[in-house]
């Protein structure tokens, strides 16, 4: 157990969700919720009033994004831990938030256990992700190692980063809001992709990312 006190603020913008879970997390052992909040712009100025070890936070905030607000804070208080808890187990929200920079990200319905086991993680510095989804991020994982050698290897980390969701069957508005950029900088992107690949159109390099297995799901288990 860890031995320190935790101090946690949710984030969440179903009241009854946030309510339930700061009461589950105060039952826990040296666990305190010192603040709760239920949009992006609330998170962030909760957050860095509080500055606790870790944030429970939902991805679909109904006023903004939780991947946006986990790089914002990220961005003042590097320290925190992220612990994303939501109703999302898909490929692209656990690309999102890891991208984002979240150590750890559960599907709503995890066990009081399970969720205590993630919180006293994160708050160590570790990584913890729920078992509906660690298979995949290991795939995402496996991808971005691809994506580094080779004649990938003139890619920049953002490059490598629009490479993968390209390949996944996203557009450009699509990327632009998971990366948190504009359409026009995501185009740029592409362009210097195209031109360091040596392919001309979009086609051609969806087929040789995915051939390297790039953008290319596993299956689990």
Known sequence: MTAERIE??????????????????????????????????????????????VVVMDLDLGGGSGAEATREILRHAPDTGI??????????????????????????????????????????????LGPQVAGRAVAFLTGAR?????????LTERERDVLELLARGHDNTTIA??????????????YAIFTKLDVNDRSALVVKAREAGIGVSRPEG
């Open 8 to 53: 946690v603020v949710v984030v969440d913008d179903h009241p009854v969700f946030r309510i339930g879970m700061s009461a589950l997390l105060d039952e826990m052992e040296q666990v305190h919720v010192v603040g709760q909040a239920a949009s992006q712009a609330e998170a962030v100025e909760v957050v860095l009033e509080h500055r606790p070890q």
């Open 83 to 128: 612990l994303v808890v939501t109703m999302f187990g898909d490929d692209d929200a656990l690309f999102g938030a890891i991208k984002a920079g979240a150590r750890g990200y559960l599907v709503k319905g995890a066990g009081p256990d399970e969720v205590e086991r993630a919180v006293r993680a994160v708050a160590e510095g570790s990584v913890m």
């Open 146 to 154: 691809s994506a580094r050698g080779g004649e990938f290897a003139e």
């Open 177 to 190: 809001r998971m990366l948190v950029l504009t359409p026009k900088t995501v185009r740029n992107y592409v």
